[in-house]
Nanobody, 124 residues
Framework: QVRLAESGGRLVQAGGNLRLSCTAS????????MGWFRRAPGKEREFVAA????????YYADSVAGRFTIIRDNAENAVYLDMNNLKPEETGVYYC?????????????????WGQGTQVTVSE
């Protein structure tokens, strides 16, 4: 099975940019759809972005489209989330996940493996 570890979360001011990394081990990510989710304080975990086995197959939540970019690098066995123009309401724990489904998934239940998460805090 694949193991995932997120990094890159930190405190950033509103309007700032941040790159999150998800490093995989155990198996290569080329066999998985990869996604990013986040959980804001007091809220349910929600879909942010996903990339299929083809790097060009990418999907975004409406709230982040145009500001966030998901990038997969099979050679590095990693997935990245570039986040621009961050907003305070995007504060939360960001999770990387891997799905065995071929079709890109936006539903949490379709993901088989999860990282522990990395905290992103966006200040006013």
């Amino acid at each position: 099975q694949v193991r995932l570890a997120e990094s890159g979360g930190r405190l950033v001011q509103a309007g700032g940019n941040l790159r999150l990394s998800c490093t995989a081990s155990g198996r290569n990510i080329r066999g998985y759809t990869m996604g990013w989710f986040r959980r804001a304080p007091g809220k349910e975990r929600e879909f942010v972005a996903a990339v299929g086995r083809s790097p060009s197959s990418r999907y975004y939540a409406d709230s982040v489209a145009g500001r966030f970019t998901i990038i997969r690098d099979n050679a590095e066995n990693a997935v990245y989330l570039d986040m621009n123009n961050l907003k305070p309401e995007e504060t939360g724990v960001y999770y990387c996940a891997a799905s065995l489904r071929v079709i890109v998934q936006t539903i949490e239940a379709e993901y088989n493996y999860w990282g522990q998460g990395t905290q992103v805090t966006v200040s006013e």
